[in-house]
């Protein structure tokens, strides 16, 4: 059986399968960006992919702080628009 890989969400701090939670990206050149294949360079962040982790982490800065850079509002809209409806 192989090992499902975990990672922390900066929001929630929940312990999650990488799967289930979506990377966003600060490139080498400083730009951020979601990260959908989950490799690309730079230093990234996991996020749940939930309307409640992502104003989480709008409000306390959370992203902002893992990445080390301002996050441009137009990622929060983006990674809302891919939060699936219930």
Known sequence: MRKIPM??????QE???????IRVVRTPQGEVQIDVTGKANGRGAYLKLSKEAIEIA????A?????S???????????????PHE
């Open 58 to 61: 709008k409000k306390k800065k």
């Open 7 to 12: 990672r922390r969400c900066v929001a929630t």
């Open 69 to 83: 850079c301002e996050i441009p509002a137009e990622i929060y809209d983006a990674l809302l628009k891919m939060v």
């Open 15 to 21: 312990q999650l399968p990488k799967k289930e939670l």
């Open 63 to 67: 992203l902002a702080r893992a990445l």
